[in-house]
């Protein structure tokens, strides 16, 4: 075996290794949002059940939405870095393909995959934060609204025009703020992560 060999079947090794990195990184990251995004729903879920149960006053239920706020903030700073990683495992992945069609690296292209600089410069916590929401906390919101339409339908407020009022301009903006994100929940969380990435990367250019 040539030395030109080696150094191929080492530089195969070497980005085969760092590939494999990227990809356990960013199926950590999906894992750590999905485990906030489980006891987000949990912990919601046991104290919607506690308020119904217990007939609070319905006007109480909607301050249950502080419950989610610091996951839904903790899910957005990791799904940036889901997006980063997954970004990287594209780039790498690219690589490699056109190291099977030019039995050759790009060397300048490889660089830039292993720059970690700046994870947030693919996508910023503004955008993240948007994602997150209509991905997850978006039926959330939803599910207070339901639980709160119906402790003050069993506590007999609807009587109130100005109840039924408040009742009907909250479903409006509801309506109004699914359709929206109806992109973002409708399609496969893979789609998504993809066309994030190319609209990202066209942003940047």
């Not at 489980?38 to 006007?59: C, D, E, H, R």
């Not at 009907?168 to 309506?175: G, K, L, P, T, W």
């Not at 496969?188 to 190319?198: A, E, N, T, Y």
């Amino acid at each position: 075996m040539d030395g030109k060999s080696t150094d191929n079947n080492i530089d195969a090794k070497l980005i085969s290794t760092i590939y494999q990195g990227y990809v356990r990184n960013r199926n950590k990251e999906i894992d750590r949002i999905d485990n906030s995004t489980g006891w987000s729903i949990g912990i919601l879920v046991l104290m919607l059940s506690f308020m119904f149960t217990a007939n609070v006053p319905f006007y109480l239920v909607p301050f249950s939405i502080i419950i989610p706020l610091p996951f839904w903030i903790k899910e957005s700073r990791r799904y940036v870095y889901y997006m980063f990683w997954s970004h990287k495992e594209s780039q790498m992945a690219e690589q490699i393909q056109h190291r099977f069609e030019n039995n050759r690296y790009d060397s300048k292209s490889i660089i830039r995959v292993m720059d970690f600089k700046r994870p947030d410069k693919l996508i910023n916590i503004n955008r993240a934060i948007k994602v997150r929401f209509y991905r997850s906390y978006f039926w959330m919101t939803v599910l207070i609204y339901v639980i709160t339409l119906a402790l003050a339908i069993s506590q007999n407020q609807l009587t109130n025009n100005y109840v039924m009022t408040c009742f009907a301009i909250f479903f409006i903006i509801i309506i109004i703020i699914g359709i929206k994100g109806i992109s973002e929940m409708i399609m496969p969380r893979k789609v998504i992560m993809h066309l994030g990435i190319k609209h990202n990367i066209k942003v940047e250019n």
